[in-house]
């Protein structure tokens, strides 16, 4: 007989259990089980390819009867929690993902069972994300007037400050009329190395990709403010109106800081809105040895970023910064019956975050940030970002004394690019690219890959406040073990065998061997 703890409703029809107590122990195993998780990591490979058999078993239909919490659970165990992408663990280094803190799944389980609605009304959570904006406009420099938002991340935080930006330069009635309405195309700047979200945000904005005018970047991967002048004014000679500046502290592939304070300089000169996306790079401001590297960000009109990634949040925690609060709500709000204001009552406490952006049900991302920023502090979680920057600088000293590899790109805060050497430019990128499938499948490190002046790297992102010294030479070590077997033995001919060919799997712990190749 299937107990009612276990996902029977109860009697009057809910679906809260009958049994509060059976209930509870079996919460406290899962939790328990979380705990464990996150306690083992390092006994644990960093990822794992699942096996046909557990995909497979996803794609079951639609259940039509009730069945047990604990098997649930158990399946949870089982088949999902081992196949997840690894970014909680020290050896995941592929991309510019945080690890997570245990502070703040409890947090996260806080807001689970709140199940508050953050879009509106007149609730004791909104001042919780009022907060945390205040704590925003102070690290950043801004004003009392500007507002802030929780958004899923980065991609839509640039996608706001395009739009806020629109608006600042048309005018609130393009929200009406359309850009369509308008006899000049406008035209956006940013760096050759920008995120792609950018680009997409012009797309979904209306005003076209295409007139994003991507700017070369210097040899530290810098935006050329020469060359961007030179495009503002070629622009302007077509008869186009330049609208936007974005700026990028912590570039995707590289990790470089484009010069924003001539960056600034420039947009205030030209009549430009500037953004900056500091998708992972703007919370270096919490630590007073790299905040110069940001010396200018203070300026920006609007900054897009992440407290999921260096912040350690858990998924998801993005945020837009909005120097002009005023412009920013009138680039959202919507004067409909169901959203009325009043004074008193829950249609009290005015304005609400569905004001400053598209979301009218948002989740409560800012409780988990709340805890974090509470917990931890902000001067410890600013030691924790230099801390990554360490690691990263050590990675690439090591690499600059292997003659086996070559370091291709400046560490300008947390991403080091490298390869392993190889006789030609075809041979190498084939080669690189083994290696890094052979280290994710190892389950010792999981590296990305990404392209620098035209060559394939090796990209190592330590974002993980878990990461140490010895993860970031281990990943060295197998790098170098790996590319002299694979270098040796064909590496093309390895990528079409069997994982349990893995130059590797000889290497690995026991335990994770089991566990990757069965």
Not at 252 to 278: K, M, N, Q, R, Y
């Amino acid at each position: 007989m299937n107990h009612p703890a276990a996902g029977l409703p109860a009697p009057d029809g809910t679906l809260d259990p009958d049994d509060w107590t059976a209930l509870r122990a079996q919460g406290h195993r899962m939790l328990d089980d979380m705990f464990d998780y996150l306690a083992s990591l390092r006994e644990r490979p960093v990822w794992q390819p699942a096996p046909e058999a557990v995909r497979h078993g996803f794609r079951e239909p639609l259940p039509h009867q009730p069945a047990g919490l604990e098997q649930a659970h158990a399946r949870f165990m089982r088949e999902i929690l081992p196949y997840a992408v690894g970014n909680a663990h020290p050896g995941f280094m592929g991309w510019v993902h945080g690890g997570g803190t245990a502070v703040g799944m409890l947090a996260e389980t806080l807001a689970a069972g709140l199940n508050a609605n953050l879009g509106g009304r007149n609730q004791i959570p909104l001042e919780v994300e009022r907060q945390i904006a205040r704590w925003m406009r102070e690290l950043f420099g801004f004003p009392e007037s500007a507002s802030g938002v929780f958004v899923t991340g980065t991609s839509m935080a640039n996608l706001i400050g395009v739009l806020v930006a629109r608006t600042a330069t048309l005018g609130p009635t393009v929200r009406r009329e359309g850009v369509a309405s308008r006899q000049s195309r406008l035209t956006a700047y940013t760096s050759s190395c920008a995120h792609g979200c950018i680009a997409q945000a012009m797309d979904i904005a209306g005003l076209g990709a295409d007139a994003l005018r991507r700017i070369p970047v210097d040899r530290d991967f810098r935006m050329d403010p020469r060359a961007l002048r030179a495009a503002i004014a070629a622009d302007r000679r077509a008869g186009f109106t330049p609208f936007l500046i974005a700026g990028t502290a912590g570039t995707v592939d590289v990790g470089a800081v484009d010069p924003l304070d001539t960056l600034a300089s420039i947009a205030a000169e030209e009549g430009l809105w500037f953004h900056v996306d500091g998708a992972f790079g703007a919370l270096a401001m919490l630590s007073p040895e790299l905040a110069p590297l940001l010396h200018g960000i203070e300026r920006a009109d609007s900054i897009a970023f992440d407290f999921h990634k260096w912040g350690q949040v858990p998924y998801d925690a993005g945020f837009i910064l909005v120097r002009d609060g005023e412009l920013h709500r009138q680039t959202f709000a919507a004067d409909v019956a169901y959203l009325s204001r009043e004074t008193r009552g829950l249609a009290a406490d005015s304005p609400w975050p569905c004001d400053f952006g598209p979301d009218l049900s948002r989740g409560f991302r800012a409780l988990k940030t709340w805890f974090t920023l509470k917990v931890y502090g902000a001067d410890r979680l600013g030691a924790v970002i230099a801390r990554t920057c360490e690691i990263a600088r050590h990675l690439a000293r090591r690499v600059q004394t292997e003659p086996a590899l070559e370091l291709l790109a400046p560490v300008a805060l947390n991403i080091v690019c490298f390869r392993f050497r190889a006789a030609d430019a075809q041979t190498s990128d084939r080669l690189n690219a083994a290696i890094a499938i052979a280290l994710q499948e190892s389950g010792i490190a999981a590296p990305s890959t990404t392209r620098v002046n035209g060559a394939l790297a090796i990209r190592a992102a330590i974002v993980n406040h878990r990461s140490g010294v010895a993860d970031v030479d281990r990943l060295c070590d197998a790098v170098i073990e790996t590319g002299a077997r694979l270098a040796a033995t064909g590496h093309a001919q390895w990528a079409t065998r069997s994982i349990s060919d893995n130059p590797l799997r000889d290497a690995l712990d026991p335990a994770i061997r089991q566990s990757c190749f069965p």
